[in-house]
């Protein structure tokens, strides 16, 4: 990935290579990729993720809203972070955060987000 910003009035312009993996591709204009440099610090945080719901059960989310994070169970990623994107009665899609993909699941099935998270 290149990274390009402006670095001054003059209108020089910096170039910044930065190494990325592709985590999801929904279209060609949405793709969702992490930071190489990242993803040490990403694998400790998701260890530390599935640790803490498997072990303890986590509260039931209260009136979930657009814009709510949340734990999830997130199918292959086991638990995971999520952000609510729309309800639609006892259903709720989220936006998992660190996979780059939605999923649609029953409201009861979001967790509270522990703020260590």
Partial sequence: VTVRHAAGQSGD???????????????????????VTDEASFYQLNTELQSHYSSVPGQVCGQPAPGMLCAVQGGREGWARAKVIMVRGDMVEVKLLDAGRNMELPVDSLRSLDSQF
């Fill in 13 to 35: 312009k910096n170039v910044e290579k930065v190494a990325c993996r592709v985590i999801s591709v929904q279209s060609p204009s949405s793709v969702f990729i992490r930071q």
